[in-house]
């Protein structure tokens, strides 16, 4: 098989196509960011029924941003970097803060519709869970799939790829093992769900500090932007989606940066969800429906909430909108 887009990369577009002051900011790329963020708000607050609107925007952005997307989209990184260089070399400050300030003044405005709506990584996790529900009652054999794919990334990393940056290369494996180990728990003691939910703020902060360290960190969410491939990397994307057929979204759930990152500003979010009065019978089944494991014995857990619209179609909560 030819895998010759595995090494020089899989991006149909690689060039700015308008590019801005001739520099790599393509202005098309960032009009593009703009509607994939904002056209899911329009959705969101128009629609009675979201399945089909939610799934072909996730779809479509997912295509736009891992085959069309050509910069690096890492808001985090990308937004410190950017803050560094402000005053010495203003349009490279401008070009790496650009995708972030979007995607984080938008958060601050309507909330994690992001992570519901476009981001590709939770389209694909979207998509495994969806595929694999037959499979979901079979633990331990989607368990030790989990582990053996972990095995085989941190392997190749060792063996075949010595000459790999340690750090670097290794903060995807750090994470996907940290996530496998959380999984294990999560199966064993559901119960421990809140708590575990809330050390990702801990990762956030690793995360930061690895960035201001200087180690080039990536996780399996660059991997699916970053435009090239290795095989390593590509080990901890697949170890996402196999805890994904297990437990749908566990990266966004327990693990992941941004989603943390993002999930602050639901807080002052103008969406607001409200509970409708439902009769007691129904409080399981609204709680198994909810993507995220977002509304529990005491409560929606705002932060939690990526506006999937499940509960809402469903009447157990309705949306307002207050500015
Ligand atoms: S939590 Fe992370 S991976 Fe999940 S949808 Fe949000 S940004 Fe994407
Ligand atoms: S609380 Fe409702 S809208 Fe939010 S993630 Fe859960 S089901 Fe989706």
């Not at 421990?192 to 200087?214: E, P, S």
């Not at 660059?222 to 901890?236: A, D, H, I, N, P």
């Not at 399981?284 to 509960?311: F, P, Q």
Request: proline share 4%.
């Amino acid at each position: 098989m030819d895998s010759s887009w595995l090494e020089n990369g899989y991006k149909i577009l690689t060039s700015p196509l308008v590019p801005i002051k001739g520099s790599w900011l393509d202005a098309l790329a960032v009009l593009a960011i703009f509607m994939a963020l904002y056209l899911p708000v329009i959705l969101f607050l128009k629609l009675k029924r979201y399945r089909i609107a939610r799934t072909f925007n996730q779809l479509i952005s997912a295509v736009v941003f891992v085959l069309f997307y050509h910069i690096c989209f890492c808001a985090i990184r990308n937004g410190i970097y950017g803050i560094s260089l402000i005053g010495t070399d203003d349009l490279s400050a401008f070009i790496l803060l650009i995708p972030g300030v979007l995607i984080l003044v938008f958060s601050m405005s309507v909330g994690r519709i992001f992570c519901g709506w476009v981001c590709p990584l939770g389209c694909l996790q979207d998509f495994t869970a969806w595929i694999s529900k037959p499979l979901r009652k079979r633990k331990i054999f989607l368990m030790i799939l989990a582990w053996l794919i972990m095995f085989w990334y941190v392997i190749d990393l060792y063996l075949n790829r010595p000459q790999a940056q340690f750090i670097s290369e290794l903060a995807p494996a750090l994470f996907v093992f940290y996530m496998l180990v959380v999984l294990n728990i999560y199966i064993l003691v559901p119960a421990a769900a809140g708590f575990l939910g809330k050390l990702r703020y801990a990762l956030l902060v690793f995360w930061v500090f690895l960035i201001l360290i200087d180690v080039y960190v990536v996780s399996p969410w660059c991997v699916m932007q970053g435009g090239e491939f290795y095989y390593s990397w590509l080990g901890s994307l697949l170890a996402v989606l196999a805890a994904a057929m297990l437990v749908p979204r566990f990266w966004c759930r327990f693990i992941c940066p941004m989603g943390a990152l993002l999930g602050i500003f639901n807080k002052v979010s103008a969406i607001k969800l409200e509970k409708n009065p439902i009769p007691s019978d129904s409080e399981s089944e609204c709680r198994a429906n909810c993507l995220m494991g977002a509304i529990e014995d005491n409560g929606r857990k705002e932060r939690k909430c990526i506006y999937c619209g499940r509960c809402i179609e469903k009447d157990y909560y309705r949306k307002e909108f207050r500015v």
